[in-house]
């Protein structure tokens, strides 16, 4: 009947920072999720978005002495982190905008759903240093060649699979 699926991942799952490893891998891991799905779910007239937000208006800098006693992480905070993540969020978007842009997103079927114009510079230089490492165009036309008719096999082998299995 159609649908939409709309997964929220971070600015974190474009781009790791710091000391943020556990967690950007976590959200890392969710957009993979959310682009693979994506082009397994189109065929059945369901949509697929992934939410990637920097901060929000909220509190989640209690969420460390909120957390259920058996939930938690190690995480180590103290009232002078608290008191730094309390003036990040309080300066970030509200939910309710925040919920418009994803709302927007979906009716047009956007997959990233990125509402925060500062982002831009730092995702385009993360990307540009992607795209740095790699060789010049050209440069392995005939690895190109073999690379993409082996895939190009394994997908019609794995497409065939999956009719025959579901």
């Known amino acids: 009947q159609g649908g939409h699926v709309v997964s929220t ?5 474009l781009m790791g920072a710091g ?9 890392f891991a969710i957009v993979g999720l959310m682009e693979s799905l994506r082009t397994e779910v189109a065929k059945y007239d369901i949509g697929v978005s992934v939410l990637c937000p920097a901060n929000v208006r909220s509190n989640i800098a209690e969420a460390t002495w909120t957390r259920p006693k058996h939930m938690k992480s190690g995480y180590v905070v103290d009232e ?10 309080a300066a970030g978007m509200d ?5 418009g842009h994803v709302l927007a997103a979906v009716k047009k079927n956007d997959l990233y759903i990125i509402p925060y114009p500062e982002a831009r510079a730092g995702l385009r230089a993360h990307f540009d240093k992607i795209l740095a490492a790699l060789p010049p165009e050209g440069s392995d036309a005939e690895g190109v060649a073999k690379r993409h008719a082996a895939m190009a096999r394994y997908t019609a082998e794995r497409e065939a699979q999956t009719k025959k299995n579901y």
Not at 95 to 99: N, R
């Open 19 to 27: 000391p943020a490893g556990i967690y950007c891998a976590s959200k």
């Open 80 to 89: 002078e982190v608290i008191r730094s993540l309390r003036t990040i969020y």
């Open 9 to 13: 991942a971070s600015l974190g799952g």
């Open 95 to 99: 939910p309710e905008e925040l919920a």
